[in-house]
């Protein structure tokens, strides 16, 4: 179980999550401290750790859209928060699945912010409503990246049985 | 039963007789793109090999193309410093398709593949920017995709897990303008079809206002269909596609015209009489809230620009030149042209726009896209709006949160440039 910390709504592109001006800043280290920037009370409270692991962000439709930069995911991955939203944008999919970032498709999800959410595998309970909300599994062709721990590690697999 | 564009193109690459909607397939890569975030791909294809005892090849040196565009010159040590291990990769591995910061053969990436030749009709071309899709307007299945990805088609030579994608088609008619444009037919449709209309399908654009079309209005076409979220933008190749690869891009060998079949299966059509639209402005702080002109009409703005990879080729600049020949840019209005390329600079050059641009006041910047980014010149202040040609107005999208960014044709911006507010291109003078 774990706690809505952060509502956005539809078409939060990655220029709100991970603002251009920053995205010289390339190592996944490095990223986490520019996360949703431009929002300077959220961003503070992350940098300043006031959000707890393991918390939720909270997306309606089309999450992640705009711009393919992979720091969009590093970003959010760094401060170990979890995604769930109505639907996600093709490019920030894949790369939350490449680089391991947490995120649950979930399209008729209701919550609002302080709500505590139990994910099952197949659906998302909001404990404080009592209301349940079923899961639109990852595509099944992914699943294998996701099994290696990432695309990297895949991709090393791939690598090494091709010798 | 007929195939699509992108069935005909995948099922090729993936060494199959065909393939249906929805099939995961994994495709050889033609072409491979990136631009300074390869600082970001060197970083993740050299953990990939870290541990295997393999020395770190890429798989076909001839096959990657790094362009730097993003913040050129560099506007800070940390870029450089980013130039530099690129550069110096690019040079290790034997990429020949690297441009530097060079004015002989620079630009944005996305105009550089073109008139390099680098794209071909029926290829599979990836890239880690999200307006790869561009490429789609000379025939190829082209995508944006996230660095590590491309670290994974720098090691294996094909993309992963692609899903044939289903496919919505345009069908277009009538005549454009030099007021109306095709920057006006996508961001219409971009915000007929909302920022996730397309989400997981590609766009195919046909009809009469696309056969006649120039290459550069399809890439601008092509460019903006991720603004709906589609997958790929495609034309179906044609005597135009092969009269610019082979006048413009300088390409000899044999050319594969793959186009869709007339019976090939979309999930669904729309159709456009161009002749019809009227100017088109997307309005902050998404890409799909589009209005005609009139409704923001007004409007002042601060700073106009012109240019990046959706519209800053030379037609653009020509459209801008006509207009403001003998007129001055309104007071308090900053005026950015961004040629596209190098090679459009000098041919803007040649045909004398660009100082037609300048004695009306507008400012003649160094090839670049930074400036759409907010990452490189051209930042806005507190409460601004600019007015301009790029292909994204999200909140703080050119640098500043507290800014507005109105997207539009060449024409609108050019008319507006004079007035100091948006402006119909159809009645200013």
């Known amino acids: 179980m774990a706690p809505v910390v952060y509502v956005v709504g539809d078409d939060v592109s990655t220029d709100a999550i991970y603002p251009g001006k920053f995205m010289a ?21 992350l940098v300043k750790k006031d959000v707890p692991a393991g918390g939720i962000i909270l997306g309606g439709q089309n999450f992640g859209c705009g711009s393919s930069r992979e720091q969009a995911a590093s970003t959010i991955k760094g401060h170990d928060l979890i995604v769930v939203a109505r639907g996600f944008a093709r490019i920030f999919l894949q790369n939350a699945i490449n680089l391991g970032l947490k995120m649950v498709i979930c399209p008729t999800i209701e919550a609002t912010a302080g709500d505590e959410l139990d994910i099952t595998p197949t659906h998302v309970r909001n404990v404080t409503t009592g209301r349940e909300f079923p899961i639109v599994p990852l595509p099944a062709a992914r699943q294998a990246i996701i099994d290696a721990g990432g695309l990297i590690a895949y991709t090393r697999s791939r690598l090494m049985a091709r010798g | 039963m007929g195939q699509t564009m992108s069935q005909k193109i995948l099922a090729r690459a993936a060494g199959l007789p065909s393939v249906n909607v929805g099939d995961v397939v994994e495709p050889t890569v033609d072409l491979a793109m990136s631009h300074e975030n390869a ?7 050299l953990e ?10 890429v798989w076909d040196p001839s096959r990657i193309a790094i362009i730097f565009d993003h913040r050129v010159p560099a506007e800070s040590s940390k870029t450089a410093t980013n130039h530099k ?27 550089v593949l073109p008139e390099h030749g680098y794209v071909r009709p029926g290829a599979v071309v990836v890239g880690t920017d999200s307006h790869t899709t561009s490429h789609g307007a000379l025939g190829a299945f082209a995508f944006g995709i996230g660095a590590t990805e491309m670290a994974s088609v720098w090691t294996l030579g094909h993309a992963l897990n692609v899903e044939v994608p289903g496919t919505i088609k345009v069908v277009t008619r009538g005549r454009f303008t030099d007021q109306v444009t095709p920057k006006d037919l996508i961001l219409y449709l971009v915000g007929l079809l909302t920022a996730e209309g397309a989400n997981y399908r590609v766009i195919e654009f046909h009809g009469d206002a696309i056969e006649t079309m120039s290459i550069s209005g399809r890439l601008t076409l092509a460019n903006m269909s991720v603004e709906a979220g589609a997958t790929a933008g495609l034309v179906p190749p044609d005597a135009e596609t092969e009269r610019y690869l082979r006048e ?3 390409v000899t060998d044999p050319l594969d015209l793959v186009r869709p079949d007339g019976d090939a299966v979309y999930d669904r059509v729309i159709d456009v009489d161009v002749a019809a639209l009227a100017p088109q402005i997307a309005c902050p702080h998404t890409v799909d809230n589009v209005k005609p002109v009139d409704a923001v009409r007004g409007t002042t703005v601060h700073q106009i620009v ?7 080729r030379l037609d653009d600049l020509e459209i801008a030149a006509n207009r403001l020949r003998g007129k001055r840019v309104a ?22 726009y660009l100082a037609d641009l300048m004695d009306a006041g507008a400012v003649i910047m160094n090839p670049g896209c930074g400036c759409c980014l907010g990452v490189h010149q051209g930042a806005l202040g507190d409460g601004e709006t600019s007015l301009s040609t790029t292909n994204r107005n999200f909140k703080g999208r050119m640098g500043n949160p507290t800014s507005d960014v109105y997207l539009c044709s060449p024409a609108v911006a050019a008319a507006s440039a004079v007035t100091g507010v948006i402006t119909d291109p159809r009645q200013e003078g």
């Open chain 1, 25 to 45: 800043t390339v190592l996944p280290t490095e990223t986490p401290q520019y996360c949703f920037y431009d929002d300077r009370p959220f961003n503070t409270a």
């Open chain 2, 39 to 45: 600082a970001l791909v060197i970083n993740q294809f």
């Open chain 2, 48 to 57: 990939v090999y870290t541990g295997t005892g393999i020395e770190p090849r």
């Open chain 2, 85 to 111: 291990k690129v550069r110096e990769f690019a040079g290790t591995q034997g990429i020949t398709k690297f441009h530097d910061i060079r004015g002989d053969e620079g630009g944005i990436c996305h105009q």
């Open chain 2, 248 to 250: 413009e891009a300088g």
């Open chain 2, 306 to 312: 012109i240019g990046s990879c959706t519209n800053g």
């Open chain 2, 331 to 352: 007071k308090g209005v900053r005026m950015l042209v961004f040629p596209a390329s190098w090679r459009i600079y000098r041919q803007a050059m040649r045909a004398g």
